[in-house]
């Protein structure tokens, strides 16, 4: 053998060894998420000078909200850790809650195009004379996965929805989402009107 296969062949037996470990197809890795540490939940109090009160997260501010057609009592909640923020926007009710109903159920349709489902579940709580329905958005492109409304049906009408400071991807998201709605949950188990009359049922 010469020289020059002697050599030819040093190289390509390295080569035949890597090419016969690389045998078979690929496996893609899997998509990964970041981890995210949650806070346990703990609350406080929001009763001030608004016709409303109730129990928002330790770790969240409350910031009027400033926008340009922002009215009375409009607030946010900043979820700090989050990038998330829940606005609530309040309406006087005064004969024209029909309105308010069909401004609520149209919001929410607006995210039809990239939701996948939209849930909704009733509330009601009778002693303090608050009702109103809870929309769950489902789909990793939808802006706000959850929004609702309250209202006594004659006086106060309130409305909140989720959205993030980020691009949406709500499979990412989804534990985030799924703890920032046990937070809101719990600030519609503990809301109530302030100075009024408690009536026994919900009136459209």
């Known amino acids: 053998m010469n020289l020059s ?12 060894i890597i090419l016969a470990s690389c045998s078979g197809n690929p496996v893609p890795k ?8 949650l806070p346990a939940h703990h609350y406080q109090h929001f009763d001030t000078t608004f016709p409303f009160a109730f129990e ?25 850790p989050f990038h998330a923020q829940l606005h609530i926007s309040y309406k006087p009710v005064h004969k024209n809650l029909a309105t308010y109903l069909d401004d609520a159920h149209t919001l929410v349709n607006k995210h039809i195009p990239k939701a996948n489902a939209i849930g909704q579940q009733a509330y009601e709580n009778p002693s303090e004379n608050v009702y109103g329905l809870v929309y769950e958005i489902r789909g990793s492109g939808a802006a706000s996965p959850f929004q609702f409304y309250l209202t006594d049906s004659t006086r106060h009408f309130v409305r909140g929805a989720l959205y993030f400071d980020l691009v949406p991807n709500n499979d990412s998201l989804a534990p985030v989402i799924d703890f920032l709605k046990e937070d809101i949950r719990h600030m519609i188990n503990t809301f109530h009107w302030k100075n009024q009359e408690k009536t026994s049922s919900l009136k459209k």
Do not use: C, F, M
Not at 5 to 16: D, E, F, N, S
């Open 5 to 16: 296969k002697l050599r030819l062949t040093k190289y390509l037996i390295p080569v035949a």
């Open 30 to 37: 899997p998509r990964g998420y970041y981890r995210i540490d």
């Open 56 to 80: 928002y997260p330790v770790y969240s501010k409350i910031v009027k909200d400033s926008s340009s057609i922002a009215e009375p009592y409009w607030i946010n909640i900043v979820y700090l």
